[in-house]
């Protein structure tokens, strides 16, 4: 981690300077400035198309499985926004994920309800208050928390959680909550399918184009601040704990939406929905494709998903093991994940806030 | 009183075992600032270690003997192989140890299947006191865990070794200034903690059966326990074990399990929060 860190501070006056360059040089050549920076929105856009036809080409029950790979594409998302940009390690992520399934069956189970625009702002609502309450505690005070504390905090929470849905009768116990009816719009059912896995892309779409709006913005500038030295942020005046929970809460209710499409998708919630083992997965998946990029985290939990969807058949006993194998490499010699073979340092780092080239270029 | 005495037996032996399971764990996060995801794979190691002298026929206690010395061995070669390159970044480091860990819970898990093995205490029987009965095997893990507990703490406080391993705790750049090889210390103490995981393994084996989560299980309660008695020194760690044993073990007696089981990792995050140095703050032995 040490390399990012020197990386980002040298980066963010390279980027400074490079748009001074394509400011200055207006008539000259912009384009060449602007040429080395464009390989982020190809792969967004390859991820994009690639996703839009995935259905046409595949089989009924890989579009099944795709949908289930969107959805924990979208659970990746939140906890990239977390990790990966403001640098708080929660491993408690399924936390939000999971109470925001357990949330949404109970609705469906107890009181019929599964009109999509109930459940779906239902779950996020769960997702975003248990977010703010766990967040809450552990990040705001008057002594800044430890990032130890917060990780083992978040975990230690997760774990619960997994304990309390094993032994709550109201919950399923062991069993979890089986055969939720499947979500609805009018007469219309959400089942398996097309249908439901264009939902879903919708959904992702737009919750990425509002994380990539966060990210670029001045809050996500203070964010990429707080990871690299959070001690500077606070010494310029934010309020590093504050923003620390603020997007906390946002990946909480992120989780909580990707956890309620969850539930409908599958069915059924059980107690690991809530606990370590969905928790750490989701981390997997960011630290494969690449923390601090947005799109890392969807190409993480694709490559994830479907290597070991393609492997479970034949070497299910030894994919865990070749995971913690992959994993343990990525960590020690590709520590911004897969995504850094294409992208380049400073298109990861990319460039915040509003752009100033427009104004001035205006007579 | 007889269900009283069977009670604190109970509890207290309980205790012992989280304390024998974090004695490791709080020497590696105190010693060198590392939380060690792959300590509960440790323990794991250290139980498959004494089913398998057991499975090939040999008496039991000799793989309870074998198995600190081969897990600490694995622990020297994977510290310096691997950990090493972590120090710097502590949740870098928590993310590589559970990779390390997922390895061997799934190598184990292979090489075992999804089974429950059982193995024999060695010690079989009971102790009989007037009326009552206690496990003869329990009563020895008390009484090993104690012997364990006096051995590190004169191992630390006593021996030049212990005072070498202090002094590249406190001020690592002085101690590599004094003549002291600070990257073997390292190697020392991880490869200790890691010996002390694996002969937990090997003793409770016995009392919960050799399956591929055993380590996972304790990890977490592990972790607690050693944020509740305070990084940084030898005996914090103990006594947060103490703590998070005892009550682990006491609150099902007067409550529902499920809500004890909640209550005890919500107090003890509370309880950090707002104490962060933990029960005995301060470093030394």
Same mark, same amino acid.
């Given at each position: ?30 384009? =060449?400035?602007?040429?080395?920076? =464009? ?110 504390? %917060? ?56 919750? +990425? ?18 990871? *690299? ?14 923003? =620390? ?20 998708? *599958? ?9 370590? %083992? ?26 994830? *998903? ?58 | ?41 440790? %323990? ?9 002298? +057991? ?50 819970? *799934? ?35 008390? %009484? ?66 050799? +399956? ?74």
């Amino acid at each position: 981690m040490p390399k990012v860190m020197g990386a980002v501070k040298q980066a963010i006056p390279a980027e400074i300077g490079g748009e001074a360059v394509a400011v200055v040089g207006s008539s000259g050549a912009p384009a =060449k400035a602007a040429a080395g920076r =464009k390989i982020l929105p190809i792969v967004e856009g390859v991820v994009l198309v690639a996703a839009l036809l995935a259905p046409l080409v595949l089989q009924d029950y890989l579009t099944v499985f795709a949908t289930r790979v969107i959805i924990l594409a979208l659970f990746a998302l939140s906890f990239d926004l977390v990790w990966g940009y403001a640098g708080i390690m929660s491993f408690g992520q399924a936390l939000f994920f999971g109470s925001a399934g357990y949330g949404v069956a109970l609705l469906a189970r107890d009181l019929d309800i599964t009109n999509i625009f109930l459940v779906l702002p239902a779950g996020t609502l769960i997702g975003l208050t248990f977010a703010l309450l766990l967040g809450g505690f552990l990040l705001l005070g008057r002594h800044p928390s430890s990032v130890i504390f %917060v990780s083992l905090g978040t975990l230690t929470g997760s774990y619960a959680a997994d304990r309390l849905a094993r032994g709550w009768y109201y919950l399923g116990g062991q069993n979890g909550i089986p055969s939720i009816a499947p979500m609805s719009l009018g007469s219309y059912e959400f089942t398996e399918g097309p249908a439901f896995y264009y939902l879903v892309l919708g959904i992702l779409v737009v919750v +990425y184009l509002f994380c990539r709006f966060l990210v670029r913005s001045q809050f996500g500038l203070a964010l990429a601040g707080l990871r *690299e030295n959070e001690q500077r942020i606070a010494f310029f005046g934010y309020k590093a704990q504050h923003l =620390k929970a603020i997007i906390f809460t946002v990946g909480g209710a992120i989780a909580g939406l990707a956890g309620s499409l969850y539930a409908f998708h *599958e069915g059924f919630v059980w107690p690991n929905m809530v606990g370590v %083992v969905v928790s750490t997965q989701v981390v997997l998946y960011v630290l494969f494709g690449g923390s601090g990029t947005l799109i890392g985290a969807v190409i993480g939990a694709v490559i994830v *998903e479907g290597v070991s969807f393609w492997l479970s058949d034949n070497y299910r006993d030894v994919w865990p093991i070749i995971l913690g194998l992959l994993l343990l490499l990525v960590i020690l010699f590709r520590p911004l994940g897969l995504i850094s073979f294409v992208l380049g340092e400073r298109e990861r780092v990319g460039s915040f806030g509003a752009r100033p080239k427009e104004k001035r270029n205006a007579p | 009183m007889a269900n009283a005495f069977v009670a604190a037996f109970e509890i207290l032996s309980f205790g012992a075992i989280i304390v024998l399971i974090v004695l490791g764990l709080g020497i590696i996060a105190s010693m060198m600032g590392i939380f060690n995801f792959a300590q509960g794979e440790f %323990v794991l190691l250290g139980a498959y270690i004494t089913y398998l002298a +057991y499975a090939k026929g040999l008496p039991i206690w000799a793989g309870m003997v074998a198995a600190p010395f081969v897990v600490g061995g694995l622990g020297f070669v994977l510290e310096a192989l691997i950990i090493r390159r972590f120090y710097a970044a502590p949740i870098v480091a928590m993310l590589g140890t559970y990779a390390l860990g997922l390895i061997i819970r *799934e190598s184990v898990r292979g090489l075992i299947g999804g089974f429950y093995l059982t193995v024999p205490e060695p010690i079989g029987g009971s102790i009989d006191i007037g009326a009552m009965h206690i496990s003869a095997w329990r009563f020895t893990i008390i %009484v090993i865990t104690l012997l364990v507990m006096g051995f590190c703490y004169l191992l630390l406080s006593r021996t030049s070794f212990g005072l070498r391993m202090r002094a590249t705790l406190e001020n690592p750049s002085l101690a590599r200034a004094s003549g002291i090889s600070t990257p073997l210390m390292y190697g020392a103490t991880f490869a200790f903690g890691s010996a002390l995981a694996g002969l937990a393994g090997a003793l409770i084996v016995p009392v919960f059966s050799l +399956y591929a989560d055993l380590g996972l299980r304790f990890l977490i309660q592990g972790f607690v326990a050693v944020m509740v008695g305070g990084v940084g020194s030898f005996i914090g760690p103990v006594a947060g074990a103490g703590v998070i044993g005892t009550l682990s073990a006491a609150l099902p007696w007067i409550m529902a399990p499920v809500v004890a089981d909640v209550l005890v990792f919500v107090l003890a995050i509370a309880f950090i929060k707002f104490r962060p140095q933990g029960l005995i703050a301060g470093k030394g032995v």
